[in-house]
Structure formats: C-alpha cells, structure tokens
C-alpha cells in the first residue's frame, strides 16, 4: 500500500501546502482521503488523472477537507477516452449523503451522470466501523472530537500494513486506541497550544497521543501559521517516535 500526501496545509493560502488531501494506493486501485481546494491538480503531480479514481474517503465535511468534491464529481462527467461508466463510491461518516443531495441541489447535472452514480455509504459516528475499500484495503473508523461529521481512519493493506490518519480533532482516546501499533499516524497538529474550542491537536496533545499508542512512526500536517514546526517535530519526539512534518508529495509505502 502507498499512502502519498496531496495536501499538507490548512485552509491559510500557502504556496507550497494545499488544504488537506491524500491518496491511497494498493493493487492498482486509487483512493482519494480527503480533498480540499486545489487536489485535482495535485493528483496530476503524483501521476493520477482524478477521472480514473475508483472512490473517496472522507473524514469529515469541512470545505479544507472536501471543497474539490464538486470539482471530481465534474471532471468524472468528461471522461477519459471513453465516459467513465462505474459508479464512485464514497465512504464518509453520516450526513454525508444529506450533504451531497445539498450539492445536487446546487450544481444539478453538471456533478450527476445517467451512465454512473455516486454511491454513499455512511459510517457511525457513535461507535466503530469497518468496511472493504477498492484494491482490498480495509478502512476501520472511530469518531472524532470534531464537527461535521468527523471520524479518525484507519488503512490496512492486505499485507497488513497500517496507516492512520487522524482527521481534524480535539484530544480523545479514539485516535489513541485506533493508532495503536500502526506502521504510520498521519496526524493533525494544529495549534501550538490548547485548543480553547478542543476541536484541534497540540504538539503536547499529539505527544500524549503517540506516547499512548506507539505508533512506527508519526508524520505531523495542518499546522497553522503560528504553529512553529520545529518546536513541534521536537515535542512530539520526546514520545520516542520517529516524527516528521509531512509536505505535499511525501509518500510512504509498506
């Protein structure tokens, strides 16, 4: 499985950091996570056209995480050689369908298509969930402490190799019990001290958080400006995790 950040950044115009997007990759299958503003031509930079996707995962509603949803819906219309003829499934916690009918609403044939449909399925925000992605990867959630409809994802390869992406959250003990022992936690880390709102990760938090699970290792998006990233890299590895801060373009491979 290889797991490639899109979008590293927030929704703070960065030149080098698009809004949060990755893409999941395993026996030939093609899996957006996410996709904020800009994701479509960032999938071009890693050698995928956003036509050929076989499906979308998304951690919750928020426009830094979903705003090229619309967009994809879209460009799936245009087709390849020939219109594209599969259905494109998402997965996403519940609400989503409510909020893509929104959307039709909204953009009306130009996201809908005679020859496919976007099929939702809905996963709980009060418990766990599992269900089997394209290219046999299993996606196993928790909730958030997030609005939304937020959820923590976690990605098994066939092989068994684990990455966990937090999504946007406040501290709680699902991201800990869902990273537990993963290969990679792609993790949030936010702010540079509390979150008065607790909707978001601290380096300390993150810190708590990875001392907890023992991840293999830690890559560190979605700092805000005034989030200084060394600092951050070095507080979360006094947890004796390998730490990074991710960048648009890395991508991990097991």
């Known amino acids: 499985m290889k797991f490639t950040i899109l979008g590293s950044g927030t929704l703070v115009p960065d030149a080098d950091r698009g809004s949060a997007g990755f893409l999941v990759q395993e026996r030939g299958a093609n899996l957006l996570v996410d996709g904020g503003s800009g994701t479509i031509m960032r999938l071009k930079h890693v050698g995928v056209d956003a036509r050929e996707l076989d499906g979308g995962v998304y951690s919750h509603r928020h426009v830094d995480h979903c705003a090229d949803l619309v967009p994809i819906l879209f460009a799936l219309k245009v087709g ?24 039709y609403a909204t953009y009306g044939a130009w996201i809908r298509s005679d020859k496919w449909a976007t099929r939702v399925t809905e996963l709980s925000l009060h418990g766990p969930s599992s269900d089997l992605l394209p290219g046999g990867v299993r ?7 997030h609005s939304a409809g937020a959820l923590h994802l976690r990605f098994i390869s066939p092989t068994g190799f684990t990455v966990v992406f937090s999504g ?36 300390s938090d993150v810190a708590a958080i990875v001392d ?29 995790v390998p730490v990074e801060r991710g960048y648009d373009g890395l991508a991990v491979e097991g």
């Open 80 to 103: 390849v050689e020939l219109p594209r003829t599969r259905d494109y499934p998402i997965w996403a916690g519940d609400g989503f369908h409510s909020f893509l009918e929104g959307l």
């Open 212 to 240: 907890q699970a023992k991840p293999r290792r830690v890559i560190l998006t979605h700092l805000y400006p005034d989030n200084d990233p060394v600092a951050a890299v070095a507080c979360v590895a006094r947890a004796g």
């Open 139 to 145: 996606l196993d959630t928790l909730p958030a402490n």
């Open 168 to 203: 946007d959250t406040g501290p709680n003990e699902n991201l800990a019990k869902l990273a537990e022992k993963a290969d990679l936690l792609v993790t949030e880390c936010a702010v540079p001290g509390k979150d008065p709102w607790d909707s978001h990760l601290s380096p």
